[in-house]
């Protein structure tokens, strides 16, 4: 189960003439601040998928940076199985298997010295590196290419990598930020079909997204932030409701309240 | 610490392009330069030497010794001068390598004429042999007319020698061969080792922060349960071991090609020099890397975490080149000694206890200096790199 409550993050502004024309109109921009979380909610049980929606720049990378400990958030606190992430960075590290949008490999290591690699981090044996690269190897189809330098992989080939990276440890919670942009159909599905995997398995996995029909396959839980606060943190079904018949009407209903 | 050790000395080894820097390029292209100079300084020389002198004697007849000698030696061949042109202009319009002015009262017994001024035309614009090469064939001329002058006057040639010299100053000079080139060299050896230190060191380090930051593996890398410590100090050691690396190759390098120089020209002094210097001096020679690469290597890590890219690191890091010259030159001072404060001086410690361990002079004691400084800085510097690795501003910048 986790629990994000109240969570808010801001950052100064060093150059506001740096700044886009949208940027200096939005209402997070606060004198020489920019509070880019200001009040996110949302919580996941065990088994369930979350969807976290939201335009570009509303605060979804901010919000899962923090749930992954890269960031320290102002206020608010988040909680996995009851044990605060924000008090104790590096044993929540140790649960969660984060794989951020702008994430990448080492180029000169190959696909398994690079899961092998943040496996050794996370204090894994040399045998159960082993056996779990091997498990993840056929569940994300890695065979063909594991064993080649990670600079010549395509962008499927290295975003499956990169997910087989973040969950070597067999994470309590899985975090993904916006895990099939920019991929083909077939890798996308391998993905999706992944997610799928884990939870059946029981884990709960958080996704960031801007495909609904990705959240209809998927998640048991959708949650909506619009200018860093949470609009929407609720069930698939009481989402759908909000418009039925169209997730994008339902999104941007949610999304027109926040305006509102 | 040691696991990111381990992988990150992986990719440095992988990456070509620092490959060449810290292996080829100290092994190969430094030997190759250095040979391509000597080459070419040498043939220069040489040519100069060999080279036919076209020239004319204004009143031979006046010095007829000279003019034999000349007319005799190999190598030189007369040309008249043309009427109503001044020597000047024709020389500068390469008439001829030189012009001979013999004055028209030349006598060749200095007792009657008192000394010859003659006057010599050339070019001196470029490299040329000519005066030395006219100074061999004069020279004896003089010397026998000088000869001459002194039997004359009854003269014997101690009692000439004595005349010619009255007093004599004989330099005894107690530093034995080694301390003298040590010198010279030792300053030298100091700026090569810390320029390759540094670019050695220099590429890794952008890679390891900058280039962590630009290809999206530093945020994976620091949600990973690891302490923030361990990960500098795993990416400190691998920056300070391609940086000893790669000054380690270049010193060798170094002796190798002056040892192979050094026998196969029959330069004694260099194999004496060599041989001159002891193992441990040696050792402490390369033991002085440490403070260096120390310090080198917490610096460029600093810088490197700070820069968003792996070019706006390598900016930020090039102007370091021009900054490690003055600790240096700081060294090279006279008066400057390593004594007192300037052991505790960073950098400028380390390049005059290079110099010291070259000439054979170094007092121990002053390693404590050179040590304790560095650790102070080094670790300084180490704390600022961790405490910037916590940076969420730098970090995600």
Same mark, same amino acid.
Not at chain 2, 38 to 62: C, G, P
Not at chain 2, 123 to 147: H, M, S, V, W, Y
């Given at each position: 189960?986790?629990?994000?409550?109240?969570?808010?993050?801001?950052?100064?502004?060093?150059?506001?003439?740096?700044?886009?024309?949208?940027?200096?109109?939005?209402?997070?921009?606060?004198?020489?601040?920019?509070?880019?979380?200001?009040?996110?909610?949302?919580?996941?049980?065990?088994?369930?998928?979350?969807?976290?929606?939201?335009?570009?720049?509303?605060?979804?990378?901010?919000?899962?940076?923090?749930?992954?400990?890269?960031?320290?958030?102002?206020?608010?606190?988040?909680?996995?199985?009851?044990?605060?992430?924000?008090?104790?960075?590096?044993?929540?590290?140790?649960?969660?298997?984060?794989?951020?949008?702008?994430?990448?490999?080492?180029?000169?290591?190959?696909?398994?010295?690079?899961?092998?690699?943040?496996?050794?981090?996370?204090?894994?044996?040399?045998?159960?590196?082993?056996?779990?690269?091997?498990?993840?190897?056929?569940?994300?189809?890695?065979?063909?290419?594991?064993?080649?330098?990670?600079?010549?992989?395509?962008?499927?080939?290295?975003?499956?990598?990169?997910?087989?990276?973040?969950?070597?440890?067999?994470?309590?919670?899985?975090?993904?930020?916006?895990?099939?942009?920019?991929?083909?159909?077939?890798?996308?599905?391998?993905?999706?079909?992944?997610?799928?995997?884990?939870?059946?398995?029981?884990?709960?996995?958080?996704?960031?997204?801007?495909?609904?029909?990705?959240?209809?396959?998927?998640?048991?839980?959708?949650?909506?932030?619009?200018?860093?606060?949470?609009?929407?943190?609720?069930?698939?079904?009481?989402?759908?409701?909000?418009?039925?018949?169209?997730?994008?009407?339902?999104?941007?209903?949610?999304?027109?309240?926040?305006?509102? | 610490?040691?696991?990111?050790?381990?992988?990150?000395?992986?990719?440095?080894?992988?990456?070509?392009?620092?490959?060449?820097?810290?292996?080829?390029?100290?092994?190969?292209?430094?030997?190759?330069?250095?040979?391509?100079?000597?080459?070419?300084?040498?043939?220069?020389?040489?040519?100069?030497?060999?080279?036919?002198?076209?020239?004319?004697?204004?009143?031979?007849?006046?010095?007829?010794?000279?003019?034999?000698?000349?007319?005799?030696?190999?190598?030189?061949?007369?040309?008249?001068?043309?009427?109503?042109?001044?020597?000047?202009?024709?020389?500068?319009?390469?008439?001829?390598?030189?012009?001979?002015?013999?004055?028209?009262?030349?006598?060749?017994?200095?007792?009657?004429?008192?000394?010859?001024?003659?006057?010599?035309?050339?070019?001196?614009?470029?490299?040329?042999?000519?005066?030395?090469?006219?100074?061999?064939?004069?020279?004896?001329?003089?010397?026998?007319?000088?000869?001459?002058?002194?039997?004359?006057?009854?003269?014997?040639?101690?009692?000439?020698?004595?005349?010619?010299?009255?007093?004599?100053?004989?330099?005894?000079?107690?530093?034995?061969?080694?301390?003298?080139?040590?010198?010279?060299?030792?300053?030298?050896?100091?700026?090569?080792?810390?320029?390759?230190?540094?670019?050695?060191?220099?590429?890794?380090?952008?890679?390891?922060?900058?280039?962590?930051?630009?290809?999206?593996?530093?945020?994976?890398?620091?949600?990973?349960?690891?302490?923030?410590?361990?990960?500098?100090?795993? *990416?400190? /050691?691998?920056?300070? +071991?391609?940086?000893?690396?790669?000054?380690?190759?270049?010193?060798? =390098?170094? !002796? %190798?090609? $002056?040892?192979?120089?050094?026998?196969?020209?029959?330069?004694?002094?260099?194999?004496?020099?060599?041989?001159?210097?002891?193992?441990?001096?040696?050792?402490?020679?390369?033991?002085?890397?440490?403070?260096?690469?120390?310090?080198?290597?917490?610096?460029?890590?600093?810088?490197?975490?700070?820069?968003?890219?792996?070019?706006?690191?390598?900016?930020?890091?090039?102007?370091?080149?021009?900054?490690?010259?003055?600790?240096?030159?700081?060294?090279?001072?006279?008066?400057?000694?390593?004594?007192?404060?300037?052991?505790?001086?960073?950098?400028?410690?380390?390049?005059?206890?290079? *110099?010291? /361990?070259?000439?054979? +002079?170094?007092?121990?004691?002053?390693?404590?200096?050179?040590?304790? =400084?560095? !650790? %102070?800085? $080094?670790?300084?510097?180490?704390?600022?790199?961790?405490?910037?690795?916590?940076?969420?501003?730098?970090?995600?910048?």
């Amino acid at each position: 189960m986790i629990e994000i409550t109240h969570l808010a993050k801001k950052f100064a502004v060093e150059n506001p003439k740096k700044l886009s024309e949208q940027e200096r109109k939005d209402p997070r921009l606060q004198g020489k601040y920019f509070h880019s979380v200001k009040n996110v909610s949302l919580t996941c049980k065990s088994g369930e998928v979350l969807g976290l929606l939201g335009p570009n720049g509303a605060g979804k990378t901010t919000t899962l940076r923090m749930l992954s400990t890269a960031l320290k958030p102002d206020s608010g606190d988040i909680k996995i199985a009851g044990k605060s992430v924000v008090k104790t960075p590096l044993i929540a590290r140790r649960s969660i298997g984060f794989l951020s949008g702008a994430t990448g490999l080492y180029g000169r290591l190959t696909g398994r010295e690079n899961i092998a690699y943040f496996g050794q981090l996370h204090g894994m044996s040399a045998s159960a590196i082993k056996q779990r690269i091997s498990a993840l190897s056929s569940l994300l189809e890695l065979d063909t290419f594991l064993d080649r330098k990670c600079d010549n992989y395509s962008t499927g080939m290295k975003q499956k990598t990169a997910i087989a990276r973040a969950v070597v440890h067999s994470p309590e919670l899985v975090v993904l930020d916006e895990p099939t942009t920019g991929l083909d159909i077939m890798a996308a599905q391998t993905v999706l079909a992944f997610i799928e995997g884990l939870k059946q398995q029981g884990i709960p996995v958080i996704f960031s997204t801007h495909h609904l029909d990705e959240v209809a396959q998927l998640c048991d839980r959708v949650s909506v932030i619009h200018h860093g606060q949470t609009e929407f943190d609720d069930t698939l079904t009481r989402f759908k409701a909000l418009a039925p018949g169209s997730l994008h009407q339902a999104f941007m209903a949610v999304i027109a309240t926040g305006d509102a | 610490m040691w696991m990111v050790f381990i992988k990150e000395m992986k990719e440095v080894v992988r990456d070509r392009k620092t490959m060449f820097f810290m292996i080829l390029l100290p092994l190969l292209i430094f030997p190759l330069i250095i040979g391509a100079v000597a080459y070419f300084s040498t043939k220069a020389a040489q040519d100069a030497q060999s080279k036919t002198l076209t020239y004319a004697i204004v009143n031979a007849e006046a010095a007829p010794q000279i003019d034999a000698a000349l007319a005799k030696a190999d190598g030189f061949k007369r040309l008249s001068l043309p009427a109503n042109t001044s020597i000047d202009s024709w020389v500068k319009s390469d008439g001829a390598d030189f012009v001979l002015a013999v004055p028209p009262d030349y006598d060749a017994d200095p007792l009657q004429a008192g000394n010859n001024n003659l006057e010599l035309y050339y070019n001196g614009a470029g490299f040329n042999a000519i005066e030395a090469r006219l100074n061999t064939l004069i020279d004896p001329i003089a010397k026998a007319n000088q000869r001459a002058a002194f039997d004359k006057l009854e003269i014997t040639p101690a009692q000439q020698s004595a005349i010619m010299a009255p007093i004599v100053i004989k330099d005894i000079n107690v530093a034995d061969e080694r301390e003298n080139i040590g010198e010279v060299l030792g300053g030298l050896v100091a700026y090569v080792i810390f320029i390759l230190c540094l670019q050695g060191a220099m590429i890794p380090a952008a890679d390891l922060g900058a280039g962590e930051k630009e290809r999206g593996t530093l945020e994976t890398l620091l949600i990973s349960p690891i302490d923030r410590h361990k990960i500098v100090l795993g *990416k400190f /050691l691998t920056i300070a +071991t391609a940086g000893v690396t790669t000054a380690l190759i270049s010193v060798l =390098s170094m !002796a %190798v090609w $002056g040892i192979l120089v050094g026998q196969s020209m029959a330069i004694e002094v260099v194999t004496n020099f060599m041989g001159a210097i002891g193992l441990i001096d040696f050792l402490l020679i390369f033991l002085m890397l440490i403070p260096v690469v120390a310090i080198f290597a917490a610096v460029l890590l600093s810088l490197s975490i700070y820069a968003k890219t792996f070019k706006e690191a390598q900016s930020y890091m090039g102007p370091l080149v021009m900054v490690i010259i003055v600790p240096i030159v700081m060294a090279t001072l006279p008066g400057i000694e390593l004594k007192g404060i300037w052991a505790w001086v960073p950098l400028t410690n380390v390049a005059l206890a290079m *110099k010291e /361990l070259i000439k054979g +002079t170094m007092d121990y004691y002053q390693l404590i200096g050179i040590f304790g =400084s560095t !650790a %102070v800085i $080094g670790g300084g510097l180490l704390v600022f790199c961790v405490h910037w690795f916590n940076k969420e501003k730098v970090l995600f910048r």
